[in-house]
């Protein structure tokens, strides 16, 4: 098994993607800087900041290197504040600095306590300072110090409103109306101190990387950003942030609520630009890339530490020269046992000639392969320790790239199964329907048969793909993959940011035409293997909350905008839904479906007993 947490390891041959930001970082010229490493879920932005933060540790030339996780500041009150502060302590503790130091994040510290108070951030530091005023604390700016002065003639009474439990109101009425001029002068203050406790530290520059800014909500991910270009973003500063770059846009249009059109799109990339000026995007990994990925993990599995770090050293060594092909177990050969190499082989075999589908199936996606991996190598134990005889690894593999790909369909074949002693005919029939043709020319004839739901390139691919599965009893590897066929996609408490953050926007009660704005602009716009994994998150939330009928209405729109695969989780998630627990006017919209050719026969034999009221509204003439 492989754990699915970043690594300073490089599998994935992005060594050279992380060299590269660090020479940009290293031209004191373009400083201050944001640089954007951005790339889809599970694309391997993590594993490439901490390379970077490893790499210019190792340069000794100056550089005062801080990594930090966007999330942690998710909780606080303010996420200006909590990242402004938690910088500055960075240098407070740091040992190798001197007293001048820290006077000056002794003053910055102070100056945030003031940010969150203006920021209305009352909850942790509003009484404590406010307190210290009355004995002339030197640290309130002038504004308020004269605002409070009024009110000190009475201290007792002071206090007590201060922690009274309507002490917020107080504090608000206070300060709501102080002058823009005050903000202002406190930025620009702050950002001299900060310069100056740089300079101060002897450093040669300060370079923090943020990673995971796209787990964070909307205003935290904003605010996160603001403060890097407002506070901090002084000479000899460079910021790395990690994100999905569609979550980040995400949350500029949350903040300033376009209404999606051309020059409010507009207005989204360019606050995008001025918060980040150097956006890098990660490349789609090719089939070689793939390729080589799976062998090395597969490597880390089977060799010894001192084999496995002789094989990385070699990778490094061969990607340096050539960048193209495949680094297998050709490569490998003189670098391990006879006895390694056999392992290596065998478990390679029935992964390595899928590699152009499994990269299809899972879109070239470092994190989603590992877990495919991680599942292939579970099933396969299951199956030892079950002791299935004839157990073929391959198509189990295969299987798994449609569980994978094409999840409707693989439970179609399950259904087929089941009822043909584990030898469905259709698999044969499919197999001989699309067996040394082109696409293109199959096509048509598959969409006349009962299969059109399979008639897409690349489930051609997989039918043609070795092994062949006529003739071969599926019972046992259904079996093995039953968890699939009775519960959601594993790791569903991992769903993506971006799609809860799309389903959350069109869980909103919001009007039609803006929800199916929303699906053209946002759904459509996900990769296929994205929408899947929309579709199966809308199939299982509905599942989970029958009687919410904006759930259903989300689906009929993403039937009305022919958003892809609708039908199949659509029908999922009905499958697991009492009709007494539906809204007869959701039956009556799906009434336009009774002529679908593949929808419509489900849809009247679901609602066919003519008993609840959304099977009554679903036959009224």
Known sequence: ??????????????????????????????????????????????????IISDEIQKLEDGTFVLFFKGWV????????????????????????????????????LK???????LGLGFKHIA???????????SSLIPYLAGRLTDLTSNPDELLSKLKAGTSEDFLKSLIKEHPPEEETKLVRDFRDDFSEMIMKSKIKKLVVIIDDLDRCTPDRIIENLEAIKLFLNVENTAFVIGADPRIVRHAIEYRFKPTHDDSNNRIVEDYLEKLIQIPYYLPKLSDSEIETYISLLICKQVLGIDAYIKVLEIFSTFRDGDRYSVFGLANMKELVSLEEHEKLTKRLSAIAPLVPLISTALYSNPRQIKRFLNTFILRKRLAEVAKIRDFDD????????????????????????????????????????CKEKQFEKTKSEIEKT??????????????????PLTGVDL???????????TSSIPGGSLVPPLIRAIFNELEADIPVTASKKLIRDKVLALTQIEQKQFLQFASEMLKKN?????????????????????????????????????????ATSLKAYKDDSDFGPFLIEYFSKDKTKAEKAFNLM
């Open 1 to 50: 098994m492989w754990s699915d947490n970043e690594t300073t390891e490089d599998l994935l041959g992005f060594k050279v993607h992380a060299d590269l930001i660090i020479d940009v970082i290293k031209d004191d010229t373009v400083l201050p800087i944001t640089i954007g490493v951005f790339g889809d879920w599970g694309s391997g932005k993590s594993s490439i900041l901490r």
């Open 73 to 108: 500041f998710e909780g606080y009150d303010d996420a200006k504040a909590a990242l402004l502060e938690t910088i500055i302590k960075a240098f407070d503790e740091n040992k190798t600095f001197g007293s001048e130091v820290k006077d000056k994040t002794k003053k910055l």
């Open 111 to 117: 100056s945030v306590h003031w940010m969150r108070l």
């Open 127 to 137: 009484i404590p300072t406010l307190t210290a005023a009355l004995t002339g604390g």
């Open 394 to 433: 391959a198509i189990l593999a295969k299987l798994m790239i449609l569980e994978y790909a094409e999840l409707p369909l693989f439970k179609q074949v399950y259904e087929w199964q089941i009822l043909q002693s584990g030898v469905p005919d259709q698999i044969n029939k499919l197999e001989i329907l």
């Open 450 to 467: 009962d299969f059109k739901s399979w008639a897409k390139d690349k489930v051609f691919q997989w039918i043609n793909a070795a092994p």
């Open 475 to 485: 019972r046992d590897y259904f079996w093995i993959s039953r968890d699939r066929i």
């Open 546 to 586: 029958p009687k919410k009928k904006r759930l259903f209405d989300l689906f009929l729109y993403m039937l009305e905008e022919n958003i892809p695969d609708t039908q199949s989780y659509y029908k999922e998630a009905l499958l697991a839904t009492s009709t007494s627990d539906i809204e007869a006017s959701v």
